[in-house]
């Protein structure tokens, strides 16, 4: 049987309430025991219990035991601080979700059902694995109680916006903080719009779109590669941007990864770039609405991916935040060039 706590485990408790009776025998026969680490907001965690996890306690009943540890809860974000000391997890490493079976550790929705059959498999066969000597792991179990589906649905729900906020809380207030700052530039561009124009007023060098959309599509192309691959991403100090790519708001819709969308954003921005150099007679205007228009929706849909990263998911992704900052360093450009002589 296995056993989660504080998670909707669909599928996965078929019937409540039975017992089978073993004879000694049953008792005594080899059993697999793992924790899983995982997140509510995190979409691959999902995939693996809702997906992966039934079919393996179909297969393997009660010689497979898994412990489920949420990593927003207090005792959860321990336990997880005291596995990655204990096997010295690299930080690009620490994410969710994690299966830790004995002393090998699966990381992601590639690892876990690719390699965790064969794990059982040869487990079962040398006479079981014990729970991995995680510092609290066995004290953890004790005090806390199994949840029912029901139970779980209703603490994942009743997760406060200050709960997430504090999971990841320099990277979410430095989310906050780019975040004001986008609104204000959008703020102070629209009053600047209503205002006859400075023509005397220099502006800024042309070369600073088509690099600053370069160095976004690389931006966006990584997060794109991370997103279609399934792998961790490449994370700094502050934040934790491999919670922020596993979400369900990683792809618009659930169909096109964010990181494709930024790319092809981005290349809009310069192919509209290029096009205002041909000088065609008649054209400059509607190129410069366009851009300004890409711009504008870049920068308002940036507005709404960061605030989400502190208030709704939890965490902040510094890839996304730089992404964000560029494109609302664009959008004052290309508002800048609405007053450009036609």
Not at 250 to 261: C, E, K, N, S, Y
Not at 272 to 283: E, I, S, T, V
Request: glycine content about 10%; charged content about 15%; aromatic content about 8%.
């Amino acid at each position: 049987m296995i056993r989660v706590r504080n998670f909707i485990l669909i599928s996965l408790i078929i019937i409540l309430g039975f017992s089978p009776i073993v004879d000694t025998a049953q008792a005594q026969e080899p059993v697999v025991h793992a924790v899983l680490f995982y997140s509510p907001t995190c979409g691959h965690c999902a995939q693996i219990i809702e997906n992966v996890l039934p079919e393996l306690d179909r297969q393997y009943g009660s010689q497979l035991v898994i412990y489920g540890v949420n990593t927003y809860s207090e005792s959860g974000s321990a336990l997880f601080a005291s596995y990655v000391e204990l096997f010295n997890v690299p930080d690009d490493r620490q994410a969710v979700p994690t299966l830790v079976v004995g002393d090998q550790v699966l990381l992601g929705s590639s690892e876990i059902p690719d390699l965790f059959p064969g794990i059982i498999e040869e487990g079962l066969k040398n006479g079981g694995i014990d729970w991995p000597a995680i510092a609290g792991l066995i004290e953890d179990m004790e005090s806390s109680p199994e949840g029912t589906t029901e139970e779980t649905q209703t603490i994942v729900h009743e997760m406060t916006v200050q709960e997430k906020f504090k999971s990841d809380l320099a990277g979410n207030i430095l989310s906050v903080i780019v975040l004001v700052g986008m609104i204000v530039s959008l703020i102070i561009t629209g009053v600047n719009l209503t205002k006859d124009p400075d023509t005397d007023k220099k502006g800024a060098p042309e070369w600073l779109i088509p690099l600053l959309s370069v160095i976004g599509i690389g931006i966006a192309g990584y997060l794109a590669y991370v997103e279609l691959n399934q792998v961790e991403a490449v994370c700094g100090p502050v934040g934790n941007c491999n919670t922020v790519q596993q979400s369900e708001y990683a792809t618009l819709f659930g169909i096109l990864p964010i990181g494709v969308m930024g790319v092809m954003g981005y290349l809009v921005i310069i192919i509209l770039w290029l096009a205002r150099l041909l000088d065609l007679p008649g054209y400059t205007r509607i190129l410069n609405l366009g851009l300004f228009g890409i711009t504008l929706f870049g920068l308002l849909f940036s507005i709404y991916l960061t605030f989400l990263e502190p208030f709704v998911i939890g965490a902040t992704c510094i890839w996304c935040l730089s992404s964000a900052v560029i494109m609302t360093i664009l959008f004052l450009l290309a508002a800048g060039k609405l007053n450009d002589p036609i």
